[in-house]
């Protein structure tokens, strides 16, 4: 059974840092591309971080372009994403979602979701 697991978050303090981890089982994540994906309270879910299969392509969303970073080590069958200069606007839930169709020019369709981890910045 596909199953991802997100872990790493927490409080910080505005301009801190934290690094989400999400592990893979049921599957071999060397095979897809993965994402992060966030959703904010009261909000809709938004895009972060698409990375594909070999690490050697990435793609950020505007808000958080220069400030994350998505890698993997498809050896440990996990995807990373590092958080520095956070805001609290960036305060979401934080999901791991593995690609079932990368376009280009749009969102990605996703079809196995983690359970998400909890990020909030505030002072």
């Known amino acids: 059974q596909e199953q991802l697991v997100e872990s790493g978050g927490g409080l910080v303090q505005p301009g801190g840092s934290l690094r989400l981890s999400c592990v893979a089982s049921?599957?071999?994540?060397?095979?897809?591309?993965m994402s992060w994906v966030r959703q904010a309270p009261g909000k809709g879910p938004e895009w972060v971080s698409t990375i594909n299969t070999g690490g050697s392509m990435t793609r950020y969303a505007d808000s958080v372009k220069g400030r994350f970073t998505i890698s993997r080590d498809n050896a440990k069958n996990t995807v990373y994403l590092q958080m520095n200069s956070l805001k609290p606007e960036d305060t979401a839930l934080y999901y791991c979602?593995?690609?079932?169709?990368?376009?280009?020019?749009?969102?990605?369709?996703?079809?196995?979701w983690g359970q998400g981890t909890q990020v909030t910045v505030s002072s």
């Open positions: 049921g599957f071999t994540i060397n095979s897809y591309y």
């Open positions: 979602a593995r690609v079932s169709k990368f376009i280009a020019t749009t969102e990605p369709e996703y079809d196995y």
